[in-house]
Nanobody
Framework: QVQLVESGGGSVQAGGSLRLSCGVTGYTYRGYCMGWFRQAEGERREVVATIDSDGDSTYADSVKGRFTIFRDSAKKTLYLQMNSVKPEDTAMYYC???????????????????????WGKGTLVTISS
């Protein structure tokens, strides 16, 4: 049973930085499709960033140039480095994994990207102005 556990959320002022982590257990960890998603109160969940088995990443336009997704395979951990944060980044952030998803379907533009196999319970990020 694959389990994902997010951490690193908190309250930060606009312009600051935050790093989210997602630990992976219960699966022979190797590079596969993973992503960060977020859901603001009253809004639909949206994809923030993805990283495929080759290490290639894609980003939503709203975070491009500010956020970086990366992973440490030795630590079995996925990260989201958030810089120059804005109040509109306030949301619950979730990591997700899909071991069987091919690289060409592991992008923010993939219509089915929200249909990932495994999800964490989320970590709350609050950005104050």
């Amino acid at each position: 049973q694959v389990q994902l556990v997010e951490s690193g959320g908190g309250s930060v002022q606009a312009g600051g930085s935050l790093r989210l982590s997602c630990g992976v257990t219960g699966y022979t960890y190797r590079g596969y499709c993973m992503g960060w998603f977020r859901q603001a109160e009253g809004e639909r969940r949206e994809v923030v960033a993805t990283i495929d088995s080759d290490g290639d990443s894609t980003y939503a336009d709203s975070v491009k140039g500010r956020f970086t997704i990366f992973r440490d395979s030795a630590k079995k951990t996925l990260y989201l480095q958030m810089n120059s944060v804005k109040p509109e980044d306030t949301a619950m952030y979730y990591c997700a994994a899909d071991p069987e998803r091919p690289s060409n379907l592991c992008t923010v533009d993939t219509g089915s990207i929200d249909d990932m196999d495994y999800w964490g319970k989320g970590t709350l990020v609050t950005i104050s102005s």
